[in-house]
């Protein structure tokens, strides 16, 4: 779905971020909420950070369109994109079974867990549960595919180009692009457009097989 054809008469359009400190939630966010601006949306998002400096949980919830509230409310997340795999499960309350998830499979161990009696779940246990909450999940090694760009860094932009492939995702490719360009340091705009394209590209054809 291009932009223009975005409705204010329609519900918003609410982006749900989630993942721990430091894998560059806040600044997919700003990419996003500055491309919709670009494109003459109005954006409101909200921040949750949990200890961020210590891998905590981190959040963000974007709406686009027009709304009263910052908050995603329970079960109305178009997009849910998970940086981390266990803080999806953490956000499914926010999804539906048209909700698209996009989730890196690369796990970071929460503080709590280790050296806890508790492991962390299996990815094949997390991606069951996801699968009883929507029909339309992705899941990206984004991680690798990140260093397969260049630089981990560029996780981020693998997962932001993922969540551009989705069908109807409200905002085109060349849109997030330009927002990139004026957001990320310009010497590390080739690594982030090759981090980026790789996940547009892995997205794509896991639609295209199913």
Known sequence: ??????????????????GVGGQGIIKTSIIIGEAAMDNGLDVVMSEIHGMAQRGGSVSTEIKIGSSKSSIIQEGTANVLLAFEPLEAVRALSKTHEETSIIINTSPIMPFNILGSEHPYPEIKTISDELNKHSNHIYAL?????????????????????GATAIPGFILNKETIIDAMGNNLPPKSMKINLKAFLKGYDAVKSQINQK
Do not use: Q, R
Not at 1 to 12: D, N, V
Not at 144 to 152: L, R, V, Y
């Open 1 to 18: 779905m291009e932009t223009k054809e975005y409705s204010y008469k329609k519900p918003p359009y609410n982006v749900f971020i989630c």
């Open 141 to 161: 090694d984004a991680e690798n595919m990140a260093k397969e760009a260049g630089h981990i860094l560029s996780l981020n932009m693998v997962l932001l180009g």
